[in-house]
């Protein structure tokens, strides 16, 4: 489907001890009049500073400006049951300014299938206040207050937003009307989730301003040409599609010829296509195109006019639809809830699960609601889908609160911030599918005054059973995993006498995990996620059974993660953020035969995939093309984005910084060593691995800090004047090509050399930046001084800078397939012969023992230098080429590649994993049964859909898919395998063994294999060592039919033993 640090000078955002967080609760505990946000909490006008430690991958998704709206609101969250503990956990992660938790209610037994805050002790608490001090955890810069009597209207106009999970209509129909009315609004947001049916109302007033209505960047295109006509046709360069729409607003800039439209007026984009588009505009007159130009979209605000609940009951307009299978489903379901709400209100209680009576009491409401709808009245009420409304209608299950409490968080977040497109107005979702395949009788769904009561109440006894009994394999601890063990948790999964979970991630914890990482407190930095995350999920339910390993899952690991163990597995879910492995694990399910839950986020986006043996296609069957890689050429010689220039700048600190260091040590750990194979290769990339290491040891050899200083001064000259005036004197601003086009045409961007000045801050700034780096490798100290602009400034214009002239005959590549940008000479030899005694020079003239420290990039820690390095050259670099400069946050973002992430779509898409794992666990669903999901929260979007099938091949009368695995109970020969397949009618013309090939038909030595067995002829040629504890080995066999067509076939297992 899409992840920062405080900058030195800035201050972190003050963080009240836990202390004063619940000493603040306590006290608004006793003013039960009063539920306001304590007095500490109150907005001073004075925007607090944001702690780009902690959120630097959620500013990623919503930047500076939303971060602190976030931090100036307060939250009323009312109704602490399973919904109301997940939406105020998102929010606390978020980093709003407060949070009241409202709740009048006390903890019951029940609560403890959805509540991931409450313990058995707790029963009999107060529910908002049993929930203070767990979340105040989460975040205590946070305030957290607690309020547990009646609230009025009046005392909402303390907050910017209020939830409310669980309050009759009448008394939300008076609230939201309050809410409504005041000037400004309160947005407002009721929610709530019965067993496996959930809804969503919001009201965020009469006049509500969407300042940015999906959160993506704002398109732009580079302009190829501009015609004069009415209207004007727009053509851009081919290097990317556009993605402007009909009606889009643009402005232009940086347009030689055509000036007239560098004037910052936005203009309207008309019949837009892939790479052109005609503007609104006539340009009859306007001066005549000639080169240059950027196209930019501009963002326009969208006012939303909300109706208020009591309107919006009588006329609720269009539903925002997840599943188009039920796309009639959502009226009925508005209908439901309202019947609920009037037998709750007639009865005083919930419908009692499996009480036939109950369910005629509220059919027969339905029918009087429906009756009186006027002209949204139902043809149909559908009463299979009410009788299970109704049954689970008291339970709130953990997997329903955990996917609205992502919806509704985000929901807050907008309300707040006027970041992205609120919900508009209803939302209904079911997952009745979840439902056990057999009927369930009243005796299965019987309470066991267990903590499991309200899950055993939707489901039956029989499939906690199962659930409790599993055996699991979650991989990965971060984001996904801690949500992931709390939702298992609170299921009961693997928490029987024969359950278990293994747990595995190779990975600590650091800062930034913790603001959406919720199992992790910043007393856990540095220790390993999976027994952090293990320990925590106990905490929640003392009965779950969890290993935790610190094992990466690889092919490396595969003595930890062995047959036994795979063949041992129920389930397995992904929480991982990478492809690669991700396709690993794919590989091991289908290998194993086991199903495989996956799911993954970027920013607001998520996506979950059901992968089921022999129903559905493999994660593997279907990829995303690869991202688009810019010419090498691009990034090191034609830059035209700050991307490109990041690129180039990160490959130039793994350069100087790490690599070559590297090279430096492995040199003088084995010289002659280093030697022969430099020799051996006698090639460019040789030649250019010696002329570095030379540099380091004695060209460029720093012995002090001062040394540093002139280093660093000389690389900006070096990259920001020299190399660009030996650019431009090859390539001067009129060149042509071999065709007779301007060479510097789009995209291409004509540079200009940077002059030097001490008393530009970047300029300086960069120096500080290479000199310290530049120390750490050769374990110079570093001198206080180098933080202090005027005495830095005095040392580095003591710098000799040499006068530099261009070279004429200089080759600088073009061409935008090339690979290397080394240039190949035919006398590399020779000249490696002659760097190679240079170096022996130089090593002689070393300390005893010298090594350098080569610096791995981290990305995360500020007092590093690492991004002020690599922030530095990218911006000076983009002031050669007039190219906007970035921010070091947004360097870090790029150069970094931080996946951008937030709470929200992390616990919505855990929540919709843990729908279909009911299915997994109870067996016999059928494809249509199973949900993959796509879901945008900025939007909002949902998208649901069965999974793809998996391919069938068909050969005679046989058929197979990926799922399937050719067995050979028998020890053969290679003659005899041969035999089996032409026995199915296929020629076995080419067979392997892991990376190596066992026979092919091609190679007449090959033959002399046949009458070998096939496990001796693995183990001679592919060198396989089969564990003593397994029967069998695999091979891949190339098969062709009677017509010389090939056939993909099975996997080939051989028990040999």
């Known amino acids: 489907m899409l992840p920062r640090k405080r900058g030195v000078g800035e201050v972190e955002r003050e963080s009240p001890s836990k202390k004063t967080c619940v000493d603040s609760a306590i006290t608004s505990e006793n003013n039960h009049q009063n539920p306001n946000p304590p007095a500490m909490a109150l907005d001073d006008g004075n925007p607090p500073d944001i702690d780009e430690d902690l959120h630097s991958r959620q500013l990623a998704v919503y930047g500076r400006e939303t971060m602190r709206r976030l931090f100036g609101a307060n939250v009323l969250v009312s109704g602490m049951q399973g919904l109301g503990a997940e939406v105020a956990k998102n929010l606390i992660l978020a980093g709003v300014k407060s949070v009241a938790l409202h709740d009048e209610g006390t903890v019951e037994l029940w609560d403890l299938s959805s509540n991931f805050i409450f313990s058995e002790n707790d029963v009999g608490k107060n529910r908002a206040l049993a929930c203070v001090q767990k979340l105040q955890e989460l975040n205590n810069a946070v305030i957290v207050s607690t309020w547990t009597k009646k609230i009025s209207k009046e005392q909402l106009s303390n907050f910017q937003a209020v939830v409310f999970t669980d309050i009759s209509l009448e008394r939300a129909v008076e609230f939201n009307d309050y809410c409504h009315q005041h000037q ?64 889009d607003l643009v402005v232009f800039s940086e347009v030689k010829g055509m000036t007239e439209l560098n004037d910052g007026k936005p203009r309207r984009v008309k019949n837009a296509r892939p790479y052109s588009f005609f503007l609104e505009e006539d340009t009859t007159n306007y001066g005549a195109y000639e080169r240059g130009g950027i196209v930019t979209q501009v963002k326009q605000p969208k006012v939303l006019n909300f109706k208020p609940l009591s309107e919006a009951l009588k006329d609720p307009g269009d539903f925002l639809l997840s599943d188009f299978a039920k796309f009639d489903r959502p009226p009925l379901l508005h209908l439901a809830f309202q019947a609920l709400d009037d037998f709750i209100s007639k009865s005083g209680r919930f419908p009692v699960a499996g009480s036939e009576v109950d369910v005629r009491k509220l059919l027969d409401l339905a029918v009087d609601i429906n009756e009186n709808s006027g002209d949204g009245k139902l043809e149909k009420i559908d009463e299979n ?19 609205f409490g992502g919806i509704v968080g985000q929901e807050v977040v907008k309300a707040c911030s006027g970041k992205f497109h609120p919900l508009f107005q209803f939302f209904y979702f079911d997952s009745l599918e979840s439902l056990p395949t057999e009927p369930l009788k009243p005796v299965d769904i019987r309470p066991l005054n267990s903590r499991y009561d309200a899950q055993i109440s939707v489901f039956g006894v029989k499939l906690q059973k199962k659930l409790e009994e599993a055996k699991i394999f979650v991989v990965g601890g971060g984001a996904l995993g801690c949500e992931f063990l709390k939702n298992l948790a609170l299921m009961g999964v693997c928490c029987g006498n024969q359950g278990k979970l293994t747990i595995t991630d190779d990975d600590v914890i650091e800062k930034s995990n913790l603001s959406r990482q919720f199992l992790f407190r910043d ?31 690889s092919p490396e690991t595969e003595n930890v993660f062995d047959d036994a163990f795979w063949e041992s597995l129920n389930v397995v879910i992904n929480a991982l953020d990478n492809v690669n492995a991700r396709i690993y694990i794919d590989a091991r399910c289908v290998y194993f035969q086991k199903p495989l839950l996956e799911s993954g986020t970027l920013g607001t986006k998520c996506n979950t995939q059901m992968v089921i043996p022999h129903l559905t296609e493999n994660y593997g069957a279907s990829r995303d093309p690869p991202e688009k890689q810019a010419p090498m050429c691009t990034v090191h010689s034609f830059p035209h984005n700050i991307d490109h220039c990041l690129t180039w700048a990160r490959s130039e600190f793994e350069g100087l910084l790490e690599k070559t260091p590297a090279e430096v040590n492995a040199f003088l750990s084995k010289p002659e060593e280093y030697k022969a194979a430099m020799r051996s290769a006698g090639d460019a990339q040789a030649r250019e691995l010696l002329e570095r290491v030379i540099e380091c ?74 000199a310290i780096l530049r120390a750490e490798t050769y374990g110079i100290p570093i001198t206080d001084w180098v933080k202090n602009p005027k005495k830095l400034a005095e040392e580095v214009s003591k710098v000799g800078v040499p006068e530099f002239q261009p070279k004429k005959g200089v080759k600088i590549v073009t061409d935008e397939k090339a690979t290397s940008l080394t240039q190949s000479s035919v006398d590399d030899a020779a000249i490696i012969d002659d760097l190679i005694l240079n170096l022996e020079g130089a090593a002689a003239k070393l300390p005893t023992g010298f090594r350098m420290k080569p610096i791995q990039f981290e990305k995360d820690d500020d007092t590093n230098y690492h991004m002020d390095f690599i922030a530095g050259l990218a911006n000076m670099r983009a002031r050669n080429y007039s190219i906007p400069e970035v921010e070091k946050l947004k360097a870090k973002l790029i150069a970094g590649r931080i996946i951008p992430a937030i709470a929200t779509s992390t616990a919505m898409a855990t929540g919709l994993v843990c729908l279909e794992l009911y299915k997994v666990a109870y067996g016999g669903h059928k494809l249509e049964d199973y949900r993959n999901t796509f879901a945008n929260l900025a939007l909002p979007l949902f998208s649901m859909a069965e ?7 068909k050969h005679r009368d046989l058929s197979w898919t990926v799922w399937d695995r050719w067995i050979i109970e028998e020890n053969l020969t290679l003659r005899e395998l041969l035999k089996w397949f032409e026995a199915k009618g296929l020629n076995a013309y080419s067979i392997s063994c892991g990376q190596s090939l066992l026979y092919n038909s091609i190679f007449p030595k090959h033959k002399e294999r046949l009458d070998r067995k096939v496990v001796d002829v693995a183990r001679d040629v592919a060198k396989l060592e089969v564990p003593a504890k397994r029967r069998h080995f695999d091979i891949v066999v190339a098969c062709e039919d009677e017509d010389e067509n090939d056939i993909d076939v099975p996997l080939v297992s051989i028990y040999f033993r």
């Not at 007033?205 to 209505?213: C, E, N, S």
């Not at 580079?222 to 009606?247: H, M, Y």
């Not at 030097?756 to 300029?763: A, C, E, L, V, Y």
């Open 947 to 953: 999974p793809v099938p998996p391919k069938v091949i």
């Open 184 to 247: 400004p609004s309160i947005p407002f947001i009721k929610a709530e989730v019965r067993g496996l049916f959930g809804s969503v109302f919001c009201d965020f007033g009469p006049a509500f301003t969407v300042l940015d209505v999906d959160g993506e960047d704002p398109h732009t295109g580079i302009i190829a040409s501009i015609s004069n006509d009415n209207p004007a046709l727009v053509s851009c360069v081919d290097d990317e599609r556009l993605e402007f729409q009909d009606g």
């Open 697 to 770: 040891l004695r060209d460029e050899r720093c012995q002090n800090f001062q040394d540093c200083i002139a280093w660093a001064r000389l690389k900006f000259e070096d990259y920001f004047a020299n190399r660009v005036k030996q650019l431009t004197f090859t390539f001067p601003e009129d060149a042509a090509t071999s065709t007779g086009a301007p060479f510097w045409s789009a995209p291409k961007r004509f540079p200009r050399p940077l002059q030097f000045s001490p008393n530009d801050p970047g300029h300086l700034h960069f120096v500080t930046a290479a």
């Open 523 to 553: 007393w856990n930095i540095g220790q390993a996620k999976s027994t952090v995350a293990a320990s925590a999920a106990v905490m929640i339910n003392p009965h779950f059974k969890i290993e935790a390993l610190q094992n990466r899952a």
């Open 385 to 403: 889908v009410l009788r299970h409304f109704v049954n689970g209608s008291r339970a709130v299950l953990n997997p329903m609160a955990a996917m």
